[in-house]
């Protein structure tokens, strides 16, 4: 996978997350996910389409998401699936649309989706065209996963431009 598309991400992540959790961040594991992703806790997901088109599903474990959740609302929060949720989709908003942001200011053009809560188990594995990433934020307040799965379509694009059809 290419560094100039991940990087942004690890930087918006570590940002976002130092920020909204007013403290260190430090990057745990980091592989190549060559199996089916499985879901840690609760995610949110975001389909990315143009030069670049792929997903990245933000993860975080329950007991995570409960501590993210209170220091996002700037106390203890009661235990409430709904407030969870929405806490995961604004921190993926906050990360995904930072990240995006740098790329489209290098110059890749693409949308986003806003994001979902990904409610599936498991996750697309990485195919021939496809890698995805899995990466670790150690936090005080736990672990958030983010995996990116993309292909970038600009080579594509420019390799269908070489071939002449006559």
């Known amino acids: 996978m290419r560094m100039e598309l991940i990087q942004p991400f690890i930087n918006a992540a ?71 949720k929405e806490t995961i989709c604004e921190l993926a908003n906050l990360v995904i649309g930072n990240a995006v942001t740098t790329l489209n200011d290098q110059g890749f053009r693409f949308k986003i989706t806003p994001p979902e809560i990904h409610a599936e188990e498991t996750g697309m594995k990485s195919t021939e065209d496809t890698e995805a990433l899995v990466m670790c934020f150690d936090t005080p307040s736990g672990s958030v996963f983010m995996n990116i799965a993309m292909r970038y379509n600009r080579r594509r694009r420019s390799e269908r431009q070489a071939v002449v059809v006559e």
């Open 14 to 84: 570590d940002a976002v997350l130092a920020e909204t959790l007013r403290c260190q961040t430090k990057i745990g594991d980091v592989s190549m996910d060559e199996e089916v992703y499985r879901r840690k806790g609760t995610a949110a997901i975001v389909v990315i389409h143009g030069d670049i088109e792929g997903r990245v599903i933000f993860d975080l474990a329950p007991a995570t998401a409960m501590k993210v959740a209170g220091a996002l609302a700037g106390g203890e929060i009661e235990e409430s699936d709904a407030v969870v």
